[in-house]
């Protein structure tokens, strides 16, 4: 099992930027990919990116590619997810999650991550 803790949350203004770390430990190795989702107010949760073990290969949602950058270090112990250009339909709550290896490709399939964070609130004010 991987433990996974977000942090980097926080308020900020329309069209500024902000970037999340997602901390993991345990039994990384036992992962394949790690993808960050988000819960707007209201709303079911939704894939925003992933990247894989190796770190050779993103994806993202259409509603943030071209602003929205993740990435992993090179200990494979955190994942980033750099946000710019926010907007205020960006505001939700941001989970990093953790697929188990196993899987081939890339997926934002919310049912491939058995591993989650306990979130963090991010609010762009207008």
């Known amino acids: 099992q991987v433990q996974l803790v977000e942090s980097g949350g926080g308020l900020v203004q329309a069209g500024n930027s902000l970037r999340l770390s997602c901390a993991a430990s345990g039994r990384l190795h036992s992962t394949h990919a790690t993808a960050w989702f988000r819960q707007p107010p209201g709303k079911d949760r939704e894939f925003v990116a992933a990247?894989?073990?190796?770190?050779?290969?993103?994806i993202y949602a259409d509603s943030v590619k071209g602003r929205f950058t993740i990435s992993r270090t090179n200990t494979k112990t955190t994942v980033y997810l750099q946000m710019n250009s926010l907007k205020p339909e960006d505001t939700a709550v941001y989970y990093c999650?953790?697929?188990?290896?196993?899987?081939?490709?890339?997926?934002?399939?919310?049912?491939?991550?058995?591993?989650w964070g306990q979130g963090t609130q991010v609010i762009v004010s207008s």
């Open positions: 999650a953790a697929t188990p290896r196993g899987y081939s490709d890339l997926s934002g399939e919310l049912a491939r991550y058995s591993s």
């Open positions: 990247i894989n073990w190796s770190a050779d290969n993103t």
